[in-house]
């Protein structure tokens, strides 16, 4: 028995580490890869190669109609963060890797994780591997039959590798997973 929980706590440890590297490759910003390229050029293809050096950051991203940088903030407003759970408001993800979320304004710095979790999120809904594995997640059929953000948002049911987290974050590391 012991031996057991010591193999899931480990096995937790390594999941959790492939998340954390999967989301500092990620974002806006020179040196990162665009979270939306990143979708479109690794799901589908469903290999484990990293795409060539990012050309662009996620602020000049055109690959997508719908999915790009101005569509991401207004996505965003939809989604209410959970309060008092250690999540950030501005980029969606735990205070373990967001060293912003949980402090007052006056002691906040800019988010330097931020357009991770959104655009993925929203990448979802336009990807139909990783849209079907979300819609199993929330139970749904389609993401026009509920409440899409709202739902991204709320606390997931189960911790993931020991953490609460939110239901965007579960989204985040079915993408994580794949790509590492």
């Not at 996620?58 to 008092?84: G, L, M």
Request: aromatic content about 8%; some cysteine.
């Amino acid at each position: 028995m012991q031996q057991t929980v010591e193999n899931k706590i480990e096995s937790d440890s390594e999941k959790l580490q492939k998340l954390e590297r999967f989301i500092h490759l990620v974002g806006n910003g020179p040196g990162k890869l665009c979270p939306v390229c990143i979708i479109q050029r690794t799901i589908p293809a469903n290999n484990n190669q990293a795409p060539a050096a990012p050309d662009h950051t996620f602020f000049q991203c055109q690959e997508h109609p719908e999915v790009h940088f101005d569509s991401s903030i207004t996505f965003t407003r939809r989604i209410k963060w959970p309060a008092n759970s250690g999540i950030c408001w501005r980029c969606g993800l735990w205070e373990g890797i967001c060293s912003e979320a949980g402090k007052s304004k006056t002691e906040r710095q800019p988010c330097k994780v931020n357009h991770i979790v959104v655009p993925i999120s929203m990448m979802a809904q336009y990807e139909s591997s990783l849209g079907i594995k979300t819609l199993a997640l929330a139970g749904q059929k389609s993401f026009t039959s509920f409440d899409y953000p709202k739902w991204l948002g709320l606390l997931h049911h189960q911790r993931l590798y020991g953490i609460r987290v939110t239901n965007a974050i579960v989204v985040l590391d079915q993408v994580a997973r794949i790509y590492c």
